[in-house]
């Protein structure tokens, strides 16, 4: 056998070695992958599960976090708060929660979880939860049976489609909701869907599949957030219940001049409006006391500054108290900035 026959053999013999290594390699990774994450630290408490974290100056804290658990580990009963997130858990059954029904914080982002497999008695069974987070799943619907103390429900990115009264009318204390980046369209929004939320402050609906803003809303909600829908229009009189609204956020819509009634967001309360990304052409009417303006990406010509600063209403509760104000990527050709600045005395911010 010649010098070269001998080195292609050899050669051979070593790309075959090396395959059998990366085949090798890359089944002992899908294993890896497969099985659950001891913790290999040191464990201040005797019940912590295996695949978990306790710390010794949290001592009613579990983190499982980031762990490739398909399941929820079985709970010690001085579990208050419960860190779940980034795994890959596909249901929820009773019996890991069974002792500790004290449970008041849940965290389960960024799982597998179905609707199907969360069974209808779990929160039924944590009569003290406060926060609940399952953002990041694969939800059809709410889970069935929230207990009616929580005051957080996140519930963004997963696939709900339909929401009905019967799913909020136990939550008195609700005090955010968040539904973003879900499947809702107007049908479920319903007169009566939130009249059992009582307690809510913070309203988030970010990215659905709305055509129109919800008919009736919380009378002390704070904050709205209603971007990245189809809304074109805000009703008449649509703010005039809610009293304590401070933020509106209807970014990236479909609302056009003829979609805003003159002095539809006059509201005592209101301190941020947003309104970019959408098809206006000329600034909206907004109260004298609001502070953050947000008009970017519409296609506004021209700022008329004297229908801001000119009338009854701002001689008798003094000069507008704009902070912040956005309203660059539109079609003006020319801002006068030195009339908008004695306008806006306090003005801090001006992106144009």
């Known amino acids: 056998m010649g010098i070269w026959s001998h080195l292609c053999l050899c050669a051979t013999a070593l790309l075959l070695v090396e395959s059998a290594k990366k085949k090798s390699l890359k089944h002992k990774n899908v294993e890896d992958e497969e099985e ?26 579990l983190n499982c976090e980031s762990r490739r658990l398909h399941q929820v580990p079985n709970l010690p009963p001085r579990t208050l708060h419960l860190y779940l ?9 009773v019996e890991p929660f069974s002792n500790a029904t004290e449970l008041r914080w849940i965290n389960l982002n960024d799982n597998r979880l179905t609707s199907k497999m969360v069974d209808n008695k779990v929160f039924a069974s944590l009569p003290h939860l406060l926060h609940l987070y399952v953002e990041n ?4 619907k709410l889970p069935s049976k929230l207990p009616t103390t929580l005051q957080q429900l996140r519930l963004a990115n997963n696939r709900i489609g339909t929401v009905s009264p019967k799913d909020f009318s136990r939550l008195k204390n609700l005090l955010l ?5 879900n499947r809702l369209g107007d049908a479920s929004f319903t007169p009566q869907l939130l009249t059992g939320l009582s307690s809510l402050i913070q309203l988030n609906l970010y990215r659905n599949r709305l055509t129109k803003l919800p008919p ?12 990245r829908n189809a809304i074109s229009t805000v009703p008449e009189g649509y703010f005039d219940e809610l009293k304590k609204l401070f933020s509106i956020r209807l970014n990236a819509n479909s609302i056009t001049d003829q979609g805003i009634p003159k002095g539809v967001f006059n509201i005592s309360s209101l301190l941020e409006l947003g309104l970019a990304h959408n098809q206006l052409t000329r600034v909206p009417d907004f109260p004298t006391h609001l502070e953050y303006l947000y008009l970017n990406h519409n296609q506004i010509k021209w700022v008329n500054v004297s229908s801001v600063c000119d009338g009854p209403r701002v001689s008798e509760e ?25 306008c806006f005395p306090i003005l801090q911010s001006l992106i144009f």
Request: hydrophobic residues 35%; contains cysteine.
């Open 137 to 140: 799943n694969d939800l059809a």
């Open 216 to 227: 009736k809303l919380p009378r002390g909600l704070f904050q709205l957030y209603i971007e």
């Open 36 to 61: 659950p994450i001891l913790y290999t630290g040191v464990q201040y408490y005797a019940d912590c599960p295996p695949e978990c974290n306790c710390l010794p100056n949290f001592e009613t804290a």
């Open 318 to 342: 003094g000069p507008p108290r704009l902070r912040y104000f956005r309203i660059d990527d539109n079609r003006i050709k020319h801002l006068y900035t030195t009339e908008l600045m004695l």
């Open 85 to 93: 997130q980034h795994n890959r858990i596909t249901a929820l059954t």
């Open 177 to 181: 909701l968040d539904l973003s980046g």
